[in-house]
């Protein structure tokens, strides 16, 4: 078990680039999430996978936000036309089952 | 929609002393899981504890421990004889059992911090 893994850890670009982050959830964890947490708040919701289908999407997963989780495996967050309230901290958990979720160490994104 | 409150934005407690964080939720079901995370500076969200609604009977993990009170839709964390690791925001979360996803849903947090 070598844990959810998150990459980058930090990610600065201008405002209106495109940005992508990666995450590997545990091996054979069918379960993925991704959240959103800003300063001072707690994490919310984005979307969940289970294995390669996008079961649930937040109102807060604008169109320029699209997630992805091909062959059940990884999954990826893309974010088009970035802008300022995009800056914050995305996190991805993935479950197995009826297991409490884990965490990653999350990906940094701040707009310029 | 279910919420959850955490109305100590920040607590301090003296090392090898005892805390006591709040959480109250709100929700129309009857089965559910509740979560304490930590999330310390710079780092990976942990699970501390979790409490499954049908089960009467609190949590406890070594030095954790819940308050659970279903009527009441309360949850508190109790940390006893404090430790300068234990430092770090803790997250109270609601997680519904059945139909959909099972997204947890986080309260703002509690900045705890443990003085020497």
């Known amino acids: 078990d070598t844990g959810v893994s998150q990459n980058p850890r930090h990610k600065i670009t201008k405002r209106g680039q495109n940005v992508t982050f990666r995450c590997d959830p545990i091996?054979?964890?069918?379960?993925l999430y991704w959240y959103r947490q800003t300063l001072g708040q707690g994490p919310e919701f984005l979307t969940y996978?289970?294995?390669?289908?996008?079961?649930?999407k937040s109102r807060l997963l604008s169109d320029r936000f699209s997630a992805e989780r091909p062959k059940g495996s990884f999954s990826t967050l893309e974010i088009q036309r970035t802008e300022q309230g995009d800056s914050a901290m995305y996190l991805c958990?993935?479950?197995?089952?009826?297991?409490?979720?884990?965490f990653g160490d999350g990906t940094r994104l701040s707009i310029l | 929609a279910q919420t959850v409150t955490q109305s100590q934005p920040e607590m301090s407690v003296q090392e090898a002393e005892t805390v006591t964080l709040s959480c109250t939720y709100d929700?129309?079901?009857?089965?559910?899981?509740l979560f304490w995370y930590k999330q310390p500076p710079s780092r990976q969200m942990i699970l501390v504890i979790r409490?499954?609604?049908?089960?009467?009977q609190n949590a406890t993990e070594n030095r954790f421990s819940v308050n659970f009170q279903k009527a009441a839709k309360s949850f508190s964390l109790k940390i006893s004889d404090s430790q300068l690791g234990d430092a770090a925001m803790y997250f109270c979360?609601?997680?519904?059992?059945?139909?959909?996803?099972?997204?947890?849903?986080f309260g703002k947090g509690t900045k705890l911090t443990v003085n020497p």
């Open positions: 958990a993935s479950q197995d089952n009826n297991q409490p979720q884990h």
């Open positions: 091996s054979e964890h069918n379960r």
């Open positions: 996978f289970q294995n390669e289908a996008q079961l649930e």
């Open positions: 929700t129309s079901e009857s089965d559910y899981y």
């Open positions: 409490q499954e609604a049908y089960k009467q």
């Open positions: 979360a609601y997680r519904r059992t059945q139909g959909g996803s099972e997204k947890l849903v």
